[in-house]
């Protein structure tokens, strides 16, 4: 294999690792009810000293909702280019590799997102319509580095031009970057969970990248 699927291969696997040891330590260590939900949460004395310190903000809330659905909206655009090279080409499979790819890696958050909902690890420090809801990983801090980095390194490949290329990446870049720091400074989760959101969407941008980089060496060879 070459030189970038080996750095996007253990750049993933570093990454999955800190996640799964990060999971588990919120299982096993100084877990107790902590925050206005007084549900039990892991690592609770440095998850509560920061959820005190920053407290709660509707405005950072609203506006990383927003960045949400920027992020969603970024989704879409990539979907959009798909069905333009499908319709172009004519034919569904003549659309980008990497595309495909991508929408393989979306399936991969959207199970991760599915699985954290019904296997609880931590509950947010504040109530949800009265009642207790799942925290980890914080769903816009995996949305933020799924984007921002699959986005990244598909951009890297098809735009040839380096303004183009810096500027569309320093975007969702910047864009991901606002949003996991609102959605921490909003109060709605544990610092925990924004990490781990990180941490997760993270791996799955590095198999995405490692993927690519093995298309990219299969068409250098053709």
């Known amino acids: 294999m070459g030189k970038k699927v080996w750095i996007y291969t253990a750049v993933a696997c570093v990454l999955m690792l800190a996640f799964a040891a990060l999971s588990v330590v919120l299982l096993t260590v100084d877990v107790r009810n902590a925050g206005e939900s007084n549900a039990p949460v892991g690592l609770a004395t440095i998850n509560e000293a920061v959820f005190e310190a920053l407290g709660q903000n509707e405005l950072c809330l609203k506006i990383s909702g927003v960045c949400g659905a920027m992020m969603?909206?970024?989704?879409?655009?990539?979907?959009?280019?798909?069905?333009?090279?499908?319709?172009?080409?004519?034919?569904?499979?003549?659309?980008?590799?990497?595309?495909?790819?991508?929408l393989g890696g979306f399936a991969l958050f959207g199970a991760a997102y599915l699985m954290f909902e019904y296997m609880i690890i931590n509950y947010r420090p504040i109530l949800e319509d009265g009642e207790l809801a799942a925290s980890y990983p914080?769903?816009?801090?995996?949305?933020?580095?799924?984007?921002?980095?699959?986005?990244?390194?598909?951009?890297?490949?098809?735009?040839?031009t380096k303004f183009w290329h810096g500027l569309l990446c320093g975007f969702l870049v910047g864009l991901a970057c606002v949003t996991v720091t609102?959605?921490?400074?909003?109060?709605?989760?544990?610092?925990?969970?924004?990490?781990?959101?990180?941490?997760?969407?993270?791996?799955?941008?590095?198999?995405?990248?490692?993927?690519c980089a093995l298309l990219e060496k299969s068409e250098a060879k053709e």
């Open 72 to 102: 969603i909206a970024a989704i879409g655009v990539f979907g959009v280019t798909g069905l333009v090279q499908v319709i172009r080409r004519k034919g569904i499979l003549r659309a980008d590799k990497e595309l495909y790819a991508m």
């Open 182 to 211: 609102l959605r921490l400074f909003s109060g709605v989760h544990w610092l925990t969970d924004i990490v781990g959101g990180v941490l997760l969407g993270g791996a799955i941008s590095a198999v995405y990248g490692s993927i």
């Open 138 to 160: 914080s769903t816009h801090a995996m949305l933020a580095a799924t984007v921002a980095g699959m986005g990244a390194v598909y951009l890297l490949k098809y735009l040839k």
